[in-house]
């Protein structure tokens, strides 16, 4: 594998990549969509079914969906380029833009992420928050200081399985560009995959 596969080293580079953008970017939105829902607003409920139910939709009707997002020639990500006067990219079809048309694809799916960090955010006692904003703290210094030491158990949970999931990428890729165009979204899966078929 590390000396016979010619593929088995840029097939790793990409999949590191991915896991670089992917990884990071999973938590933040996971975490603020979590945040934005733990708020007391009307129709809560509502938001956290839509925002979850992407995670349930499959892998192949999720990657029908992003081509016709990404599409060069009718993509609604292209129009909406447009109306602002901005040429967007062939994101499937040029090297530069098709990874990070997978990591935002693969971005739509964090619904069970986020619904864990909310657990974690719903059961930080108020005493922690009202204390704070007692000695003076505001909304950052109370995040940086009560929130993230208090959901660390959750973040590190959701840390590792972001990663491994990052590390299995292969749906998206295969059915939106097949590993293409040259190679720049062949991940380490899709090694696997192959070998054997």
């Known amino acids: 594998m590390f000396s016979n596969d010619p593929l088995f080293w840029k ?28 708020q007391k607003v009307r129709g809560s409920a509502f938001f956290r079914t839509a925002f979850y139910l992407p995670s349930v939709i499959s892998g192949v009707a999720l990657a029908m969906i992003w ?17 602002f006067g901005v040429e967007g990219p062939d994101w499937l079809n040029d090297t530069k833009w098709s990874l990070v048309a997978m990591v935002i694809a693969s971005l739509w799916g964090q619904g069970a ?60 890729a295969l059915l939106l560009t097949g590993g293409g165009p040259l190679k720049s979204t062949f991940f380490l ?5 192959r070998k054997c078929l």
């Not at 081509?67 to 109306?83: P, T």
């Not at 899966?189 to 995959?193: A, Q, T």
Request: hydrophobic fraction near 55%; charged fraction near 10%; aromatic fraction near 12%.
């Open 113 to 172: 992420m986020m619904l864990i960090f909310l657990a974690g955010l719903k059961g930080i006692p108020k005493d922690l928050y009202e204390s704070a904003s007692i000695d003076g703290a505001g909304k950052i210094r109370q995040f940086f200081s009560v929130t993230i030491p208090m959901i660390t158990p959750t973040l590190l949970f959701n840390l590792i399985t972001s990663i491994i999931a990052a590390f299995q990428q292969l749906t998206l």
């Open 67 to 83: 081509s016709w997002v990404y599409s060069g020639d009718y993509g609604i990500l292209n129009f909406f380029l447009s109306i």
């Open 189 to 193: 899966c899709d090694v696997h995959v």
């Open 11 to 38: 097939s790793l580079g990409v999949t590191l990549k991915f896991a670089a953008l992917f990884v990071p970017l999973n938590i933040i939105v996971a975490l603020g969509l979590a945040m934005l829902l733990n």
